[in-house]
């Protein structure tokens, strides 16, 4: 297969499993996407849409947000990890939104991007599920199989978005992003993983992967 052919190969594929793909993050509007976002860092959708209604219960918008201490945003989400240095960034980047942007989350990568605790990848996400504008945000699924298929040097994830970027058509980043996340839970984990139910991986994985996981099952 060429590399165009493995490309159309993945979308066809994706598209065929998952015709309509739900975001995995619990929202109801751009702020409490950020917020969950950001809360996702090194923790799984699952544990954060358990500790998300608890959150915007009591604070929503970044008015109510504010009215909290960093303490208190704390308690509420220590089950996520990292409570100390993202309860500081919610109080903050809520703060910023009263300040500087009338409440409302701004629609411009270098605006999100300013926001304390809102890296890249959380700029990408909004952009491109709150906003609708095209973003490919690279999460450790995308990653690893974009390296496993083959269509990424596996080098760093700036890399991997660039070469996603490069390889699929801009007007499908949005739902690829979130097929290929979806993808990568239920076909092709990091754990546990069997080739033989990993379609893609099969048909178009690097040579070098295939040869190292029939080794591991000898």
Not at 48 to 54: E, L, R, S, Y
């Amino acid at each position: 297969m060429t590399k165009q052919e493995k490309v159309e190969f993945v979308i066809n594929t994706l598209n065929d499993i998952y015709p309509e793909i739900p975001i995995p993050l619990d929202h109801k509007d751009p702020y409490t996407l950020m917020i969950a976002v950001l809360l996702s860092a090194q923790s799984t959708d699952v544990k954060v849409n358990q500790i998300t209604p608890k959150l915007f219960e009591i604070a929503d918008n970044p008015k109510a947000m504010v009215k909290l201490s960093v303490e208190e945003i704390r308690e509420i989400i220590k089950p996520v990890g990292l409570s100390p240095m993202k309860s500081k960034g919610i109080h903050g980047l809520s703060e910023i939104l009263l300040k500087k942007h009338n409440g409302q989350v701004p629609q411009s990568f270098e605006a999100l991007e300013a926001l304390p605790a809102v890296g890249h990848k959380t700029a990408s996400v909004v952009m491109a599920q709150a906003f609708n504008v095209p973003a490919f945000p690279v999460d450790t699924h995308i990653h690893r199989l974009m390296y496993r298929w083959n269509l990424s040097n596996g080098k760093n994830v700036t890399q991997t978005e660039k070469d996603a970027k490069r390889l699929f058509p801009k007007d499908l980043w949005n739902k690829l992003h979130l097929q290929i996340i979806w993808y990568g839970r239920q076909y092709s984990p990091a754990r546990g993983w069997n080739l033989e139910k990993d379609i893609i991986t099969k048909e178009i994985g690097r040579k070098t992967v295939l040869t190292e996981y029939y080794k591991k099952k000898k």
